[in-house]
């Protein structure tokens, strides 16, 4: 035997054909159908095969792969999708999944190609917020991840001993607004001060971060002997998608010498648009930023981003000097810095080649111009709501995340009438609590959605309405 290659490459070869025109027939279609269906037992059942001893051919996994897998996937492709926050990715992105997977680079370090294509879409991205351009940055696995670089970053920068002594009794805090990600308090867990070391601002009535409650908090905190090191702000949160005043975070962290971050895990993608760049005002002035290519900007799954004002300071909480890891000042050990000294990852895959080509192709302007249809959406059905008896708009449509209440429903109606909606098939929203109250929430950031799925989605659930109220 030599290696795992096949000895006639004409059969995977017309199986590959076979395979990419299947995607591409997929995509094509991809409006058709359900938005989502629940995968029955029996499908889950004929998975549960154990490792093979013998192999199996292409031809039958490929078939296996259509039956099982693909009538059951998220929905997040169909434009009736509107749940969470999930790009639907294109057929770009796929045909770049791939090439980078026929590359295989590990884009951990060394010198060679893959990397220089990251530090291009690095500087795409301090570009498109308008972050220095020697600022540095690396694709991670999403904004979870990201935020997670930022505070280990952020904590190495005001306490450079952390790396050997470990955080121990530290009595270091940060802030964030109420309405902030959850993977911001799991992040302080995860780094070692714990999720109340994440101390969570109130908000005022438009749901954004209270800067007078934030600027007491921090004297507050200092006064009990806390040490207060950053705080983050939010460009579209997670519930409403509303953006805090980045600028007058900016100007307390100032004035309090912490780290400025921002979370702008879909809201970054705004920056493109002229129309709603100025909303985000501010956002150029982080030290650190989270954020995903694979939400708003629709690149396949996955690929976040974090990016970092001073390069030397993200590098000094990450770059280690190991033997085995010996940079050199040519040959394939150059390149120096390697994109581990950005964050906690030796391996890492080729997710800048999607990245690179996705925004390649369609360019920055027609990016915008998609952030701006995706909004207007969300615009059209804020009034369809507005306008519909026994229907309430619960909170400002910022960008283009819709909440609405149902009224004569409980909270447990509104969530089993969502259920209800998602297995019909005809389109997939989530929920949030705004205000206490459970809100079926539409979050368009599917390029593929137009108003006639937001028709459809709103018809529908105003017959589920009815059903069950009556």
Same mark, same amino acid.
């Given at each position: 035997?030599?290696?795992?290659?096949?000895?006639?490459?004409?059969?995977?070869?017309? @199986?590959?054909?076979?395979?990419?025109?299947?995607?591409?027939?997929?995509?094509?279609?991809?409006?058709?159908?359900?938005?989502?269906?629940?995968?029955?037992?029996?499908?889950?059942?004929?998975?549960?095969?154990?490792?093979?001893?013998?192999?199996?051919?292409?031809?039958?996994?490929?078939?296996?792969?259509?039956?099982? *897998? *693909?009538?059951?996937?998220?929905?997040?492709?169909?434009?009736?999708?509107?749940?969470?926050?999930?790009?639907?990715?294109?057929?770009?992105?796929?045909?770049?999944?791939?090439?980078?997977?026929?590359?295989?680079?590990?884009?951990?370090?060394?010198?060679?190609?893959?990397?220089?294509?990251?530090?291009?879409?690095? !500087?795409?991205?301090?570009?498109?917020?308008?972050?220095?351009?020697?600022?540095?940055?690396?694709?991670?696995? &999403?904004?979870? @991840?990201?935020?997670?670089?930022?505070?280990?970053?952020?904590?190495?920068?005001?306490?450079?001993?952390?790396?050997?002594?470990? /955080?121990?009794?530290?009595?270091?805090?940060?802030? #964030?607004?109420?309405?902030?990600?959850?993977?911001?308090?799991?992040?302080?867990?995860?780094?070692?001060?714990?999720?109340?070391?994440?101390?969570? %601002?109130? /908000?005022?009535?438009?749901?954004? @971060? +209270?800067?007078?409650?934030?600027?007491?908090?921090?004297?507050?905190?200092?006064?009990?002997?806390?040490?207060?090191?950053? %705080?983050?702000?939010?460009?579209?949160? /997670?519930?409403? &998608?509303?953006?805090?005043?980045?600028?007058?975070?900016?100007?307390?962290?100032?004035?309090?010498?912490?780290?400025?971050? *921002?979370?702008?895990?879909?809201?970054? $993608?705004?920056?493109?648009?002229?129309?709603?760049?100025?909303?985000?005002?501010?956002?150029?002035? #982080?030290?650190?930023?989270?954020?995903?290519?694979?939400?708003?900007?629709? *690149?396949?799954?996955?690929?976040?981003?974090?990016?970092?004002?001073?390069?030397?300071?993200?590098?000094?909480?990450?770059?280690?000097?190991?033997?085995? $890891?010996?940079?050199? #000042? !040519?040959?394939? #050990?150059?390149?120096?810095?390697?994109?581990?000294?950005?964050?906690? +990852?030796?391996?890492? &895959?080729?997710?800048?080649?999607? %990245?690179?080509?996705?925004?390649?192709?369609? &360019?920055?302007?027609?990016?915008?111009?998609?952030?701006?249809?995706?909004? +207007?959406?969300?615009?059209?059905?804020?009034?369809?709501?507005?306008? =519909?008896?026994?229907?309430?708009?619960?909170?400002?449509?910022?960008?283009?995340?819709?909440?609405?209440?149902?009224?004569?429903?409980?909270?447990?109606?509104?969530?089993?009438?969502?259920?209800? $909606?998602?297995?019909?098939? /005809?389109?997939?929203?989530?929920?949030?609590?705004?205000?206490?109250?459970?809100?079926?929430?539409?979050?368009?950031?599917?390029?593929?959605?137009? =108003? %006639?799925?937001?028709?459809?989605?709103?018809?529908?659930?105003?017959?589920?309405?009815?059903?069950?109220?009556?």
């Amino acid at each position: 035997m030599a290696g795992l290659d096949p000895e006639d490459w004409s059969g995977i070869r017309a @199986m590959g054909h076979q395979m990419l025109d299947a995607l591409f027939d997929r995509m094509e279609h991809v409006g058709e159908g359900p938005v989502w269906r629940p995968m029955p037992q029996a499908a889950r059942d004929e998975l549960r095969t154990g490792f093979p001893a013998e192999g199996t051919s292409l031809e039958e996994l490929h078939e296996r792969f259509t039956e099982l *897998v *693909v009538p059951y996937g998220n929905g997040n492709t169909h434009p009736g999708f509107m749940g969470w926050v999930h790009g639907a990715g294109t057929p770009v992105g796929m045909l770049a999944e791939m090439l980078a997977g026929g590359m295989n680079a590990n884009c951990g370090g060394r010198s060679h190609a893959a990397n220089e294509v990251e530090r291009e879409v690095i !500087r795409w991205a301090l570009s498109m917020v308008g972050m220095p351009e020697d600022g540095s940055g690396c694709l991670v696995t &999403g904004s979870s @991840m990201a935020n997670f670089i930022s505070i280990i970053t952020a904590s190495r920068a005001r306490d450079p001993l952390l790396r050997r002594h470990g /955080v121990g009794q530290s009595r270091m805090v940060g802030y #964030a607004a109420t309405t902030a990600h959850g993977c911001l308090p799991r992040a302080y867990d995860l780094a070692g001060f714990g999720s109340e070391a994440l101390r969570r %601002v109130p /908000v005022t009535g438009d749901h954004r @971060m +209270d800067l007078a409650a934030l600027r007491q908090m921090i004297t507050e905190d200092r006064q009990s002997g806390l040490v207060p090191f950053m %705080v983050a702000g939010t460009a579209g949160t /997670v519930d409403c &998608g509303a953006i805090d005043d980045l600028q007058g975070i900016e100007a307390i962290a100032r004035e309090n010498g912490l780290w400025f971050h *921002v979370d702008a895990a879909f809201g970054a $993608l705004a920056c493109l648009s002229s129309r709603f760049k100025a909303q985000l005002s501010g956002i150029e002035k #982080a030290d650190s930023l989270a954020f995903d290519f694979h939400k708003w900007a629709q *690149v396949p799954y996955d690929a976040g981003c974090v990016l970092v004002r001073n390069r030397e300071l993200h590098a000094a909480a990450f770059a280690q000097s190991l033997d085995y $890891l010996t940079r050199e #000042a !040519r040959g394939l #050990a150059s390149g120096a810095p390697w994109f581990c000294d950005f964050g906690p +990852d030796l391996s890492r &895959g080729f997710r800048a080649l999607k %990245v690179w080509m996705t925004l390649g192709h369609y &360019g920055s302007q027609r990016m915008g111009q998609m952030v701006e249809e995706c909004c +207007d959406v969300a615009q059209h059905l804020a009034r369809c709501v507005q306008a =519909t008896p026994g229907l309430v708009l619960l909170a400002p449509v910022t960008l283009n995340i819709v909440c609405f209440g149902i009224e004569g429903l409980s909270d447990q109606g509104v969530s089993e009438l969502v259920q209800d $909606l998602h297995e019909s098939g /005809v389109a997939a929203p989530s929920t949030t609590r705004i205000n206490g109250r459970l809100a079926v929430r539409a979050a368009i950031v599917n390029h593929r959605t137009t =108003t %006639v799925d937001t028709d459809r989605m709103l018809d529908a659930v105003i017959a589920l309405a009815a059903d069950r109220r009556g």
